[in-house]
């Protein structure tokens, strides 16, 4: 029996079993360069839905073993490779397909709270005030879609964007009878060249995707070799993003946000800020990111290998927030001993807060082809933000943590690149400098949804 309190051994004779049964994109991104995200409505014909369903399962849906043999087929080839497929429903959907509420997946694991389970159950539509307060917009303020019910999603990845498009083609006419398409969102990857290589980035700039929990092993020693642990150990048990399903499988939760980014109002605030400051705006940006534009943290690294991403550092390094302050993006999000240090409460609870990024970035960017001749954007542009958890109270680093202005110390302000909130406190740059400055509400919430993505037993299963 695989142990989901460790992360998985590849040698395990059990580890390939163990993958065929579950989706891809979970343990690891399935790494595609472009995506769809094909949101659905079920239609009445309930027995029609379910078979529709275990088809996909079984013609297109991407075990994480087979992602893992195509990433290594792949890594060996280049080339357009295979294309990726996941199906995900929400608490509606399987409602819908004829589960009733004690045959929801649930949240397991040592720090789930008694109510953790109502984010799935209400759906992230209903969530305001149960069981926390949001301070997203509400759904009557989201694109149309969204304020519809939304049953699944299928996600479907490719690196060949025309394979995708037949792909997309293909499945929405399946759709016929079945479902009704409610939205079809596309992301694609972007990348900027820097020094240190041709790196992913997100609308603002700066390189994404560095820091991720690592649930293999063998993939954990491999990145600590290259990017050091003197510092973060990034190994995470399979309970970080996997839950045992009530039929006896193992499935996932995923938050998926469609968020917008105001690049132009965020560029301006650090230019502002610099002037402010009397400091460079590659220096502002990384004390609001927490890391420089080219992935280099603002707290020193122990990585040593300057071809490898930079991810060896810990805030026990910078106590007061002297270099990466409290408001910056991923302290808040993930506040490597802070929590401990500052609040109190084990390090384990904090380390099990981790989350597993997942987003894509949608939008066109036609300054940055022009070579910087057209304004950056203000709308249009974003992040398809997802991530996987083995509960979704993980995700409340989005409401308590960057949205909050007394996270993980009263008055520090929201997280200055994502936080939201209609009263941001003022942050001070750095935390224990004299210059303050407010940044906040660059990113707005567009629509998204709770979902789970089952196991491959459950998807075949439905028919
Ligand atoms: C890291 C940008 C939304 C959680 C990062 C990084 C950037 C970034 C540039 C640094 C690269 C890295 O460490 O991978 C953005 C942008 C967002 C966004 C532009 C919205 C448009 C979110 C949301 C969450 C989140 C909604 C969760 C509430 C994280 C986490 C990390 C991270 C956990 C890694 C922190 C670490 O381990 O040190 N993000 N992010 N991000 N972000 Fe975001």
Not at 147 to 171: C, F, G, K, P, Y
Request: net charge negative; hydrophobic share 40%; glycine share 10%.
């Amino acid at each position: 029996m695989i142990d989901l309190d460790r992360a998985l051994d590849l040698d395990d004779p059990e580890a390939d079993d163990f993958l065929a049964a579950i989706q891809g994109n979970i343990v690891k991104g399935h790494g595609r360069d472009f995506t769809a995200h094909v949101l659905l409505r079920m239609g009445d014909d309930v027995p029609a839905v379910r078979r529709w369903i275990a088809g996909l399962a079984a013609e297109r849906v991407t075990t994480a073993l087979v992602a893992r043999r195509a990433t290594l087929a792949w890594r060996g080839t280049g080339g357009p490779g295979e294309p990726f497929a996941m199906v995900l429903l929400s608490a509606s959907g399987y409602r819908h397909l004829g589960f009733p509420d004690e045959q929801l997946p649930v949240p397991s694991g040592r720090f789930v709270g008694p109510r953790d389970r109502e984010y799935f159950e209400f759906g992230m539509k209903e969530q305001a005030g149960r069981p926390r307060s949001f301070n997203d917009p509400p759904a009557s303020e989201w694109e149309e879609p969204y304020r519809q019910r939304i049953d699944a999603m299928v996600l479907l990845a490719d690196d060949d964007e025309q394979r995708l498009s037949d792909t997309v083609d293909a499945v929405v006419a399946s759709t016929a009878g079945v479902a009704d398409v409610l939205t079809t969102e596309r992301g694609r990857v972007l990348r900027r060249t820097f020094p240190r290589g041709t790196l992913v980035i997100e609308h603002f700039g700066f390189q994404d995707g560095v820091s991720q929990p690592i649930m293999v092993q063998q993939d954990a020693d491999r990145e600590i070799k290259a990017r050091g642990n003197v510092h973060w150990d990034p190994t995470a048990p399979l309970s970080l993003a996997l839950v045992p399903e009530p039929g006896g499988g193992f499935g996932s939760f995923m938050v998926f946000r469609k968020l917008e980014q105001d690049v132009a109002a965020l560029h301006r605030a650090l230019r502002d800020l610099s002037v402010r400051a009397g400091l460079p705006v590659a220096e502002v940006g990384a004390m609001a990111v927490g890391r420089f534009e080219d992935g280099a943290p603002a707290v020193p690294t122990g990585t040593v290998d300057p071809d490898a991403d930079p991810n060896d550092f810990h805030y026990d390094q910078d106590p007061a927030g002297t270099r990466s302050p409290f408001h910056s993006h991923v302290r808040k999000t993930n506040p490597r001993g802070d929590v401990p240090r500052v609040i109190g409460a084990p390090a384990e609870f904090e380390r099990a807060r981790r989350i597993v990024r997942r987003g894509i970035t949608y939008g066109e960017r036609p300054d940055l082809a022009d070579g910087g001749g057209t304004e950056a954007p203000a709308t249009g542009v974003g992040l398809l933000f997802m991530c996987f958890q083995g509960n979704l109270d993980q995700f409340a680093i989005q409401q308590e943590g960057s949205d909050s202005n007394d996270f993980v110390r009263a008055g520090v302000g929201v997280d200055a690149v994502i936080g939201q909130n209609a009263q941001p406190a003022a942050q001070t740059w750095p935390s224990d400098g004299t210059v303050t400055f407010t940044m906040a509400n660059f990113v707005k919430l567009l629509g998204g949804e709770y979902f789970f993505a089952p196991s491959m037993a459950f998807l075949r299963g439905l028919d």
